[in-house]
């Protein structure tokens, strides 16, 4: 078939323009991209390309380079101080606004890039505290009180430059170096309050700013710094002053002020971090805490002495109150309930650490005030009444902690009211001639805090071990009233010897045993069990140490009998409840 020419030469300009096409389509997908244009698209999305390594090393060295300048220029302002050209307060005012000025660099360096303003802000400490020292302690340009002024002028600076940044680097390494000189310069200069002064309002500003944005690390250093100062000012001024003559007289206020400002700041950023945000408390701020209360009672009792032992122990019980109150009103989980009364935001997690840190503090105030606000027999009286308080409420609500309280008070009652001395003598020692109201006492209280706290089936060791320290308490109150109420019987009659004593202990310890046992069975008690093989333990030492001593063979022999009694008896009796539970 025959086509004209002219169609023929169209056919093939389309053949070659779909050739041309295909070919640009195939290598359109291998064509390099010029920079500029990734550049820009990176920009686009917002992200910041990261330079290459050799652009990295050679911004480092620059950076370093830059710093150098700043260090010698401030050696450069040290010379011109020694040759005495210029007025040293001029170039003292100089190098002042020279450390500022290296500040505000760090403060406009890239926020993207925070090796800049660390490195620029470190440029600024090492001009400024070295210059400092030097003012105040060398040349005595400055007096102490003005360089603590300098530098508190230069913590501002810090503090309204980054203000407004989420992340400052030179922030933190301002504070911290305003810190350390701080220190430095309080010790050296013989002048402690304006320096402390100065630090606790840095200690401020930490909590309110670094608390917020979640760097907490010059804050601790900053905090750590404060309460090496007021241990410092503790120690320094509890010397007769004979001793400090070259430390200025202070007043009461000046002495008090830096440790109530400190406790002050640290209660106020616990309670308002876990009350209010409802952040869990750190180990930092429990050790914190406890230390500055610590520092603020030393400060009480050491350098302020109108204020007597009483006073300070009647702010301990409001604290232990308040530590009470928010406790079991804020952090502790009602009985049935599956969410805490406060957690975390958004994930219901319990603040068990919370409440322990707060019920532990509770308890270690209650024991201090009470022995500093109060006579020692008074205070033994408290405990033993508070001890019973606990036991009771504790039962009631199901609190094992309130347990583990009145177990401390009672405890602590018992060794300072002389109830342990005193059962011991009663049992293998010398016989106490009279026994005191303040033993009868804390023998009921301890009684009485048993019969509250019943053990559970199935509880662990620990809770085991805790339900036996009352019992224990309590048995060895009566077995040692009853010896000795046996023994006066006794002496109604005839005089006894060492052997009758021995004799009429180990009967009354053999009965003891005997009776732990039934109980123990009788009534599913068994920490009274326990306590009945723990009888049998110290009978048997009482047989060595004390029958074979002074008794003669009679009454050893009658002596080894009732033990032999009691061997054979206190094991039936303690199955006894075991066999009757599993016959029903």
Partial sequence: MDHPPEILEQLSARVDALEKRVHELEHASTAVVPPAAVSASAEAFGATPDPPSGDQITRAFLLLGKSLLGIAGAYLLRALAESNLLPRLVIAAVAIAYAIGWLVAAARA??????????????????????????????????????AAVLGLFVAAATALAW?????????????????????????????????????????????KFRRIGMQGVGRLVAAITDCAAWILIVIYRTPASTRTDYPQLGTAALAGPATLLFLITAASVVFRTAVLRRRITGFETAQSVIAFLLWILTGLFLVPHVSG?????????????????????????????????????????????????????????????????????????????????ASLAGRI?????????????????????????????????????????????????????????????????LQLLHLVPALLAVGAVAALTAHGALWLVERGFTPGTFHVALVRTLILCAIALALAFAGSRWRRLELKRLAYAALAFIAAKLLFDDLRHGNLGFIAASIFLFALTLIGVPRLARAGDRSTAQV
């Avoid at 210059?131 to 360089?147: D, K």
């Avoid at 680097?169 to 002064?197: C, E, K, N, R």
């Fill in 398 to 462: 199901g609190c094992t902690t309130l347990e583990c309280h009145a177990i401390v008070y009672l405890g602590v009652a018992a060794t300072v009211g002389g109830l342990l001395e005193y059962s011991f003598h009663a049992l293998a020692g010398t016989m106490p001639e009279s026994v005191t109201w303040s033993i009868f006492l804390i023998s009921g209280c301890a009684i009485v805090s048993y019969a509250a706290a019943r053990e559970r089936h199935g509880e662990p060791w620990q």
């Fill in 164 to 208: 407004r940044n989420r992340h400052p680097p030179g922030f933190a390494v301002a504070y911290g170096a305003a810190a350390i000189t701080a220190l430095a310069l309080s010790i050296v200069a013989h002048q402690m309050i304006a320096f402390l002064l100065l630090l606790l309002a840095m200690l401020a500003l930490c909590e309110y």
């Fill in 110 to 147: 890239p926020t993207r890039d925070r090796f800049a303003p660390a490195l620029f802000a470190c440029t600024s400490a090492l001009i400024l505290a070295p210059m400092l020292w030097e003012l105040t302690m060398r040349f005595h340009v400055l007096a102490p009180v003005a360089s």
């Fill in 310 to 390: 009483h006073i300070v122990g009647i702010v301990c019980l409001g604290l232990a109150a308040a530590c009470y109150a928010t406790a079991y009103g804020l952090f502790r989980i009602l009985p049935g309930k599956q969410t805490p009364l406060l957690g975390d935001p958004g994930t219901g997690a319990p603040q068990s650490r919370n409440f322990h840190v707060f019920a532990l503090w509770s308890a270690a105030l209650f024991l201090a005030g009470i022995f500093l606000a109060l006579p020692t027999t008074w205070a033994v009286m408290c405990l033993a009444l508070a001890s019973i308080a606990s």
